[in-house]
């Protein structure tokens, strides 16, 4: 009979375990709590009600728009970033990633002071094109992109930084100009880093509270997204402020269970 | 229609200075230590690295001048490249790999399609054309690179360790087609390589570069003779002939035939390292199966050694004792017998 094969008891100082209990419990109780208070006899009625069928219809616009802009506009600056050298680029690298470290509040201030009516763009872009952006959709579609086109262009710098150079080059002496170097073998390498940075963004987009109340309003049927939907409902209505929560916790999970392989794979 | 560069590059600690001539059609090897520029050079010609100072010249078009301020990026050189580690694109299937180069030049896809797959049936891969680079051996995929190098018709052709990514048992075979591809190849190659067998099997000519400078260039045999530096020395310090093998004789290229223990039939090369010569005022008797008249070249002493230059069909270099050239009188113009047991001889297929 082979003898079971044995390892060393891991020891590990008690007062860690406790404190990483506690942690886990402060993400674990609360997600515990909303299942658990869900009131899933209404759920059907509430998730229907017209608000907030208007809620989800304003979020997947403004989301998935805001994803499409932040890749349309993240990819050139994140290439850009990863390829390039000029004076000032750790300066413009600072300045994307700020938005992920500012508060969506001050975003959304500074959007105003900046494409509001009055604003030093906004004037200019209501004057010679009648666009008016504060209190509207492409509104909150910009004030999204704001908060969440720095996730897409980290994650793809990323990828850009790590895709090996070595096979452009090999494309180049093929006869490849750079555009099609770029199409064809460096876009390709980066499909998985666009991909995750554009789910990322997208989560991100779809969350987004603080710029976008501030910078687009909270009109239901217009600009009232699903978390501000949460927010509103809390107050009259708690049931479907509860609903609603679940729904985003539901494509939240989601997302999670999209890019697990990229993140809670150890290797 | 030929190559001519004349490169100073400095990157990091190496700096290299180097002046090359090579005809069309002719084959060359870059051979020299580590470190010693050899892929530099390949990357100067190519394109992917400016020179400083000099001047790339291809068939009467300028490709790098500074002083002209001339630049003719990679995708505008008429270029062909096999790098080391193959560079197959990951996410494209064999035949597109191949079909790469022939799109990038304006064919269109079915057309550049159809030839890559005649080019993967000429290299004997017509079987894996859809198979993705991931999924090919390591020879497989250096022939994939081969053809996706040769399909767009190059003028200039540029191999960075081709064989050394191959494992031993299937180099000799490839080393054999890609031999076959460059005598048909109409264009300059350029064969950087660290294995004198490789170099010789694959080039008609040498360039030696040591510390970013072209030491010495020439056939191997040239070089074998009067090595400029101990590296040389070391690389052509054995007998390389080349020749065609009908079992235990092998009818070289430079006239004579070699005895060998057993060469299999069809081009071979055969190794004979210097301290097996014997050199013998009068006709040996026993058993040596090799046997002929030579003439002595010249002698080089190297301490209590001596490396002797004889002429004859084959011409040899032989590794003597300074003793040895006393007793025999060995000095240029002497007649002498020069003898080679069968069995002191390798043989590579070439």
Redesign the interface.
């Known amino acids: 009979m082979t003898p079971r094969s044995r390892t060393p008891p891991a020891r590990v100082p008690v007062a860690v375990v406790v404190l990483a209990g506690v942690g886990a419990a402060l993400f674990v109780v609360p997600l515990l709590a909303l299942l658990w208070r869900t009131p899933w006899a209404l759920a059907r009625q509430a998730l229907f009600a017209p608000e907030a069928l208007a809620a989800l219809r304003v979020s997947l616009v403004c989301s998935l728009s805001a994803t499409a802009l932040s890749v349309l506009l993240g990819l050139p600056l994140a290439w850009v970033q990863a390829r390039t050298e000029f004076p000032g680029r750790d300066l413009l690298r600072g300045v994307t990633m700020l938005p992920v470290v500012l508060p969506p509040v001050v975003g959304g201030v500074a959007l105003l002071l900046a494409f509001g009516r009055r604003g030093i763009a906004g004037q200019w872009l209501e004057a010679w094109f009648g666009l008016r952006l504060p209190f509207t959709i492409p509104g909150a579609v910009l004030a999204e992109t704001f908060v969440a086109m720095p996730f897409f262009v980290l994650t793809l710098e990323g990828g850009l930084r790590s895709a090996d150079r070595d096979l452009e080059d090999a494309a180049r002496t093929l006869g490849a100009t750079p555009w099609v170097v770029f199409r064809r073998v460096t876009l390709p390498l980066v499909r998985p880093s666009l991909l995750a940075g554009a789910v990322l963004s997208w989560a991100r987009a779809l969350g987004e509270f603080g710029a976008t109340i501030t910078f687009a309003g909270n009109v239901p049927g217009r600009t009232q997204t699903m978390p501000l939907a949460v927010y509103a409902a809390l107050e009259s209505r708690p049931e479907a402020g509860i609903v609603l929560s679940v729904v985003l916790l539901g494509i939240s999970l989601a997302v999670l269970v999209a890019l697990r392989r990229r993140w809670l794979a150890v290797a | 229609m030929s190559l001519r560069a004349s490169a100073t590059v400095r990157r990091g600690t190496l700096a290299l200075d180097a002046a090359l001539e090579v005809r069309a059609g002719e084959a060359i090897a870059v051979v020299g230590p580590n470190g010693a520029g050899k892929t530099t050079l390949l990357g100067v010609l190519?394109?992917?690295l400016a020179v400083d100072a000099g001047r790339v010249v291809l068939d009467d078009v300028v490709l790098d001048d500074p002083a002209a301020d001339v630049f003719v990026?990679?995708?505008?050189?008429p270029?062909?490249?096999v790098?080391q580690?193959q560079?197959l694109?990951?996410?494209l299937s064999a035949v597109d790999n191949v079909a790469?180069?022939l799109r990038?030049?304006g064919q269109d896809a079915e057309t550049a399609r159809r030839r890559a797959r005649e080019w993967l049936g000429r290299l004997g891969l017509a079987a894996e054309a859809e198979a993705l680079p991931g999924a090919l051996s390591g020879g497989q995929a250096q022939r994939v690179a081969l053809a996706?190098?040769l399909a767009?018709d190059p003028r200039l052709l540029?191999l960075d360790e081709p064989l050394s990514a191959v494992d031993v048992s299937a180099r000799a075979g490839l080393r054999r087609e890609l031999r076959r591809h460059l005598e048909q190849f109409a264009g300059v190659a350029l064969v950087v390589t660290h294995d004198p067998l490789d170099a010789a099997a694959l080039a008609d000519r040498l360039v030696v570069l040591e510390a970013g400078r072209v030491v010495q260039s020439g056939a191997l045999v040239d070089l074998a003779a009067r090595p400029a530096s101990r590296w040389v020395a070391d690389l052509a310090g054995v007998n390389l002939l080349r020749g065609v093998a009908d079992g235990s004789r092998v009818r070289l290229d430079g006239g004579g035939e070699l005895f060998v223990p057993d060469a299999g039939s069809g081009a071979v090369l055969a190794v004979v390292h210097p301290r097996a010569v014997t050199l013998h005022r009068t006709r040996p008797d026993g058993t040596p199966r090799n046997v002929w008249r030579g003439q002595v070249d010249g002698v080089d002493p190297e301490g209590s050694r001596a490396r002797v230059r004889v002429g004859g069909t084959p011409a040899l270099v032989a590794e003597v004792t300074a003793a040895a050239v006393a007793e025999l009188g060995l000095a240029p113009g002497v007649e002498v017998w020069v003898a080679v047991k069968a069995t002191e001889i390798a043989t590579y297929p070439g």
Do not use: Q, S, T
């Open positions: 190519a394109g992917l990026p990679p995708e505008r050189r270029l062909g490249m790098f580690d560079r694109f990951p996410h790469f180069g990038c030049r996706r190098a767009p540029l």
